[in-house]
């Protein structure tokens, strides 16, 4: 019995990250950023390394490290601040804004914790429309560390990993 107990609370505890990715992907593309701030933690490592080609020998080196090339290398300030600056009107690479459709999938619980935090990872594809005929689509993972708070689930640690060497795109001003 013991079990069951246990794969009933995986299986809810799957649905219920899965929802939340879901829901924070429906702010994302809503433009409801200050809402989708919400679900950010004060504490938050927002983290986007430059990708390289390797050789098969140096596979491990395939992604800057942290303190190097990236992206994305924020915190939550940094990302209040380019969500103000979308809406102020001079935040020439999204005006007009980009339409955004973020695909998540592939949900995985990495570990569970009993200090209320748990690592997931989950893979993502987000096409992103702008203008008559500006169009990207960015895949790649995500891997993430949550953390619940009082019944809510926050984003502790993001770390987007692309699948793309080289970006074919105009700005990188969304949200992943």
């Known amino acids: 019995m013991q079990t069951l107990n246990e794969d009933l609370k995986r299986l809810l505890l799957q649905q219920e990250i899965e929802q939340f990715y879901y829901y924070e992907a429906a702010l994302l593309d809503e433009r409801k950023f200050h809402e989708w701030l919400e679900l950010l933690s004060d504490d938050l490592e927002y983290w986007m390394p430059i990708r390289m080609t390797r050789t098969f020998k140096d596979r491990d080196l395939e992604f800057a490290r942290p303190g190097e090339h990236a992206y994305y290398d924020d915190n939550k300030e940094l990302i209040a601040k380019r969500v103000k600056k979308l809406f102020t ?56 560390r949550l953390r619940k708070v009082n019944g809510h689930w926050f984003i502790v640690r993001r770390h987007i990993f692309l699948d793309h060497v080289q970006l074919h795109t105009r700005n990188l001003a969304i949200f992943f």
């Not at 998540?104 to 748990?118: P, Q, T």
């Open 89 to 144: 009107g001079c935040c020439w690479g999204e005006d007009p804004p980009s339409r955004t459709r973020h695909l998540v999938n592939n949900v995985r619980i990495l570990s569970n914790s009993e200090d209320g935090e748990i690592d997931v990872s989950s893979n993502f594809h987000i096409y992103q429309s702008r203008l008559s005929n500006d169009e990207s689509s960015w895949y790649g993972r995500r891997e993430d």
